[in-house]
């Protein structure tokens, strides 16, 4: 009685993304913008609630388009023996949606934790992220893992994804002073399916030109663990903005995601990439802990929405 719901963890992509789908290694970091849920049963149907996204759905009847939301939720009542309980699930979200920061994948945590304890369903840690992942297959097609990974734990890691049935490896990472991050967001949604596709068929074509540029990112984030052990700022700003560079590479950037490094760096951040899929979304910039006002002034002065928090 009296918790404000189960939840799931927003995060942010320090190094790595979109290689991370090729096998290759990312460093992520939870963030404290997170998604709540709460379950309680009811007579009959399961209706889904999510009011700041204007959503309100009974599941049990039938949709003109099935959202991936929709589907997502039917798929943990399936996963969790619940299908034919009445129930209305409520979703509080404090983290934007479509914007790179592991929305969906913190949805459906949040979801799947609140419904096994109302209806008492035992469920590891690791079955929470694995379901997690198969309702981030409907949202996403390919996902990597990552996001699922940390909606869940909650915690700063390197990850690699699953390769031939072996789990994904997962190992926690430290670092010895919290690091300032300030977030900015572009305002124009995400498009990570279409990014992740985009650069699929360049690979296609040509695939020992992006290979090579996969392992030039895997470089950057194994040396970030070694950057963030030592709480080394202007090492881990070198490597986001050397991963910028090679994000660019791909054409996963966009105009205001640009503009947003830009002001960063002038500002004084000692690193400023992307983070998430691209095409829009968010961008994260790492600085000394003084300059952490300022840069983030100087992207609201040029309209941006911004959020300053620290991976620990
Ligand atoms: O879902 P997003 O926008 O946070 O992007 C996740 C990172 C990617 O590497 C682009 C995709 C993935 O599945 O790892």
């Known amino acids: 009685a009296g918790h404000r719901g189960d939840i799931g963890y927003g995060k942010i992509i320090l190094l790595g993304e979109h290689s991370v789908v090729y096998g290759r290694h990312a460093i992520a970091a939870p963030i404290p913008l997170n998604i ?54 409520d979703v509080v979200p404090h983290i934007p949606r479509a914007n790179g920061l592991g929305a969906s994948a913190a949805l459906a945590v949040a979801v799947i934790r609140a419904m096994a304890r109302c209806f008492e369903v035992e469920i590891s840690e690791r079955e929470i992220s694995n379901l997690a992942f198969d309702c981030e297959k409907i949202a996403h097609g390919t996902p990597s893992g990552i996001d699922n990974t940390l909606a869940t734990f909650g915690r700063p890691i390197l990850f690699r994804k699953e390769n031939a049935g072996a789990r994904p490896e997962i190992r926690d990472l430290a670092t010895p002073d919290p690091i ?77 995601i640009e503009e947003l490094v830009e002001i960063a760096r002038r500002n004084g951040a000692l690193g400023a990439k992307l983070t998430g899929g691209g095409g829009g979304g968010a961008m994260i910039a790492v600085c000394e802990p003084e300059r952490t006002q300022s840069i983030a002034s100087a992207m609201r002065a040029a309209s941006y929405n911004t959020f300053i928090t620290e991976i620990r």
């Open 36 to 89: 709540r849920a709460e379950v309680k049963p009811q007579r009959e149907h399961i209706d889904l609630m999510i009011p700041r996204w204007g959503v309100e759905m009974r599941l049990s009847e039938p949709e003109r388009c099935i959202s991936s939301l929709h589907a997502s939720i039917t798929l943990i009542a399936e996963r969790l023996g619940v299908a034919e309980r009445g129930m209305r699930v």
């Open 180 to 256: 300032p991050v300030i977030i900015g967001l572009s305002g124009v949604a995400t498009l990570t399916m279409q990014t992740v596709g985009n650069v699929r068929t360049a690979w296609q074509k040509n695939p020992e030109r992006y290979e090579a540029i996969f392992s030039q990112i895997d470089q950057l984030a194994l040396a970030g663990v070694e950057a963030l052990r030592k709480g080394d700022i202007a090492e881990l700003g070198e490597l986001m903005n050397i991963d910028h560079g090679l994000l660019n590479a791909l054409q996963v950037s966009s105009w205001e």
